[in-house]
């Protein structure tokens, strides 16, 4: 006997949906923030507003910007350069706050906030420089994340600014924002958004790209509400929460 045919059902297979890990879909969504084309097009920009940016935290010597950086921790610049005019004279090397007396350099750095658990990590960082690193900031990431109170932030602040040396992007919270806006990274972690910038800009540019975007970050592209009017580069921006 022949065989039955089956019954047509009406109803039309459809392919799988892609995974968005592959294919078209993916390439898709990472290609439309970090295309090479895009990315230069943002560094012109940033060069064109920030040509000379730089840490705005005051500083004589590596020592001080470590300190500094430490204290810049939940607080602003401007209020750690008003605490470090009167603190570095007062402690004017790492063995003075290694053995500083924690209650009066306490409140020394109250201002910043935090300053418990900031004057464990100044006299701890302070102490292993002193005994373990003949008084000097080490010049490696590696030597510098064994200091207490140091993450890759401090450290990349440290290398780049007194060191020019680049061991990777500082990212903050301005940074972390803005590559989220600016669709540089998906990421909210700060290790992971890191790594994104350092694979799609240039490593040359890692140091000053670091201090642009801090400075646009303060100056236009704010957290609650940033000036897009202002910004020179809301052409190349697609955020949710631009204001124009």
């Given at each position: 006997?022949?065989?039955?045919?089956?019954?047509?059902?009406?109803?039309?297979?459809?392919?799988a949906p892609r995974k968005l890990g592959s294919t078209r879909a993916g390439k898709s969504a990472a290609g439309r923030?970090?295309?090479?084309?895009?990315?230069?097009?943002?560094?012109?920009?940033?060069?064109?507003?920030?040509?000379?940016?730089?840490?705005?935290?005051?500083?004589?010597?590596?020592?001080?910007?470590?300190?500094?950086?430490?204290?810049?921790?939940?607080?602003?610049?401007?209020?750690?350069?008003?605490?470090?005019?009167?603190?570095?004279?007062?402690?004017?090397?790492?063995?003075?706050?290694?053995?500083?007396?924690?209650?009066?350099?306490?409140?020394?750095?109250?201002?910043t906030g935090f300053f418990r658990n900031k004057t464990k990590s100044i006299m701890g960082a302070s102490k292993k420089?002193?005994?373990?690193?003949?008084?000097?900031?080490?010049?490696?990431?590696?030597?510098?994340?064994?200091?207490?109170?140091?993450?890759?932030?401090?450290?990349?602040?440290?290398?780049?600014?007194?060191?020019?040396?680049?061991?990777?992007?500082?990212?903050?919270?301005?940074?972390?924002?803005?590559?989220?806006?600016?669709?540089?990274?998906?990421?909210?972690?700060?290790?992971?958004?890191?790594?994104?910038?350092?694979?799609?800009?240039?490593?040359?540019?890692?140091?000053?790209?670091?201090?642009?975007?801090?400075?646009?970050?303060?100056?236009?592209?704010?957290?609650?509400?940033?000036?897009?009017?202002?910004?020179?580069?809301?052409?190349?921006?697609?955020?949710q929460d631009k204001t124009v």
């Amino acid at each position: 006997m022949p065989a039955k045919k089956k019954k047509k059902t009406g109803v039309k297979k459809t392919a799988a949906p892609r995974k968005l890990g592959s294919t078209r879909a993916g390439k898709s969504a990472a290609g439309r923030g970090t295309d090479p084309a895009r990315i230069r097009a943002i560094l012109g920009k940033l060069d064109e507003a920030y040509p000379a940016a730089t840490c705005a935290l005051r500083h004589e010597n590596p020592f001080q910007l470590l300190i500094s950086t430490i204290l810049s921790a939940q607080c602003t610049d401007e209020r750690v350069n008003i605490v470090t005019a009167t603190l570095f004279p007062k402690y004017p090397n790492a063995k003075a706050f290694a053995y500083a007396n924690p209650k009066e350099l306490e409140q020394d750095i109250r201002p910043t906030g935090f300053f418990r658990n900031k004057t464990k990590s100044i006299m701890g960082a302070s102490k292993k420089i002193v005994e373990e690193f003949g008084g000097q900031v080490p010049k490696t990431m590696e030597e510098l994340l064994t200091l207490p109170g140091v993450a890759r932030k401090t450290a990349n602040v440290v290398l780049g600014t007194a060191f020019g040396i680049t061991s990777g992007v500082v990212v903050d919270t301005h940074v972390q924002r803005l590559s989220g806006r600016l669709d540089l990274s998906k990421n909210t972690d700060p290790k992971k958004i890191e790594q994104d910038l350092m694979a799609v800009i240039p490593r040359e540019r890692w140091i000053l790209f670091s201090h642009q975007l801090i400075w646009h970050g303060r100056r236009v592209c704010q957290a609650r509400k940033p000036n897009c009017m202002q910004c020179n580069l809301e052409s190349l921006c697609y955020s949710q929460d631009k204001t124009v």
